[in-house]
């Protein structure tokens, strides 16, 4: 994606990870090949820097202070927006976080590279709403999955079905049940076989039984 280019501008590159500006010409750019990121947080980071975009108050380094980054944070909190199939799209407090979490990370290296003053991340107090019960299936609705995949005929939707339904029984989250291989995850104790495997996205090693029904 084309870099953004503005007079004394501070703007988070898709193609960078850092904070950059006339202010310092002398930083050079952290290229996003250069980290370690998962493709899925390279479009975290994308998703982060469009919303400072449409916030569109960090127009230079004096600019990131406590004050606009509460600003910002009323504003992802408020904004409304849609998904592609005009969807209203409601952040819970996770997204919310994450989003800080995501630009926390380029203040603090603007910081170290002496281009703020002060990392105002240091002064600011993340507003916690009330948790909120986070929907799950019934038990029927789950029958009724189970029951749409025997009698249906569509193979792209069975195929959607299959990985729904295995998650699921499994507890895995996508990114592990996307790169789950039988033959080499599948271990077997006491006659019973189990899915051994670490989360891609934190490390940890699962292990987790093999219903009758996956």
Known sequence: MRELHESNSLFLC???VGLHGSVKPRVKPVQFENRPLREGTRKGHLTTYKALKR??????????????????DLFIREEQTCTM???PIIRSQAVIHNYHKR???YVAEAFRLGLIKENPYERFQYKRREK????????????????MREESTDAVMNRYLDFFLFQTFTGMAYSDAKSFDYEQHIITIDGEDYID????????EFVTPVLSIT
């Open 14 to 16: 898709p193609n960078c």
């Open 55 to 72: 916030f569109g108050k960090f127009k230079t380094f004096d600019d990131v202070t406590l004050q606009h980054i509460y600003q910002f």
């Open 197 to 204: 495997g670490h989360r891609i996205k934190t490390g940890n």
């Open 85 to 87: 199939k005009g969807k």
């Open 103 to 105: 630009f926390k990370s």
């Open 132 to 147: 909120s019960d986070r929907p799950h299936l019934t038990e029927a609705q789950l029958k009724k999955l189970i029951r």
